[in-house]
């Protein structure tokens, strides 16, 4: 029973360039949640999803940065025209249900370096 | 704004000893959630708690839900250096879908 998988689990990017980052959740679960973390702080809330929708976006940046959850294929997190403020570890959970009452369980993170 | 704040920041002890980290608001949250995260990895639930009150134990650990449900507690009983890591806490946002996290308490077990 495989958890959640996220790659790639490093990135090195140069700035002006497209980061995108893929996070496969658990069997059976359908939300899916991404977490930026800076090194020595906990984790910041970005986007919620469930499939094919957006649910709360309110933590994500208004410019460069999407995400999506397709019907079929992994949840993506793209950042476009990265800059060195990006780097950073990304996280994402997934759950069976809205994270009030579901438990979220955690991917490895992908680590962003931008140079 | 909901925020959660974890103290100690840092906290450095010796096998055998024991601990009490906590988390604090000025809010209310209908649960919080404590994880431990290893370097390179990501965080890995330890406990759920749900009720005022509530204490829940886990081995060495004892999980403590504040009769307001805005602070919690995690006490380690003789630490180990297995014990070391980032423990945060988090805790659902009112009205809304988000996870609130604390920014951690870095233990380090010497042995």
């Known amino acids: 029973n495989a958890g959640v998988m996220q790659n790639p689990r490093h990135l090195v990017r140069r700035r002006g360039q497209e980061a995108r980052l893929r996070c496969s959740p658990m069997k059976g679960h359908s939300h899916v949640y991404w977490y930026r973390q800076l090194p020595e702080e906990g984790l910041k809330f970005m986007v919620y999803l469930q499939k094919e929708n957006i649910i709360d976006e309110s933590g994500m940046p208004k410019e460069r940065f999407s995400a999506e959850f397709p019907k079929e294929g992994p949840s993506i997190l793209r950042i476009q025209q990265v800059v060195r403020g990006d780097s950073a570890a990304y996280f994402c959970?997934?759950?069976?249900?809205?994270?009030?009452?579901?438990?979220?369980?955690f991917g490895p993170g992908t680590r962003l370096t931008v140079t | 704004t909901q925020l959660l704040e974890q103290s100690p920041q840092f906290l450095s002890i010796q096998e055998g000893e024991n601990l009490t980290v906590y988390c604090n608001s000025s809010?209310?949250?209908?649960?919080l959630q404590w994880y431990r995260q290893e370097p390179g990895e990501g965080p890995v639930l330890l406990v759920t708690v749900v009720t005022g009150g509530e204490v829940k134990k886990l081995k060495r650990l004892t999980f403590q839900f504040g009769d307001a449900r805005k602070d919690s507690s995690l006490h380690i009983t003789a630490a180990q250096p297995g014990d070391t890591g980032l423990y945060l806490c988090a805790g659902a946002a009112a009205g809304g879908f988000k996870t609130i996290f604390g920014a951690g308490t870095r233990l380090f077990v010497k042995a």
């Open positions: 809010s209310v949250f209908s649960s």
């Open positions: 959970a997934s759950s069976r249900g809205q994270s009030l009452d579901y438990e979220q369980y």
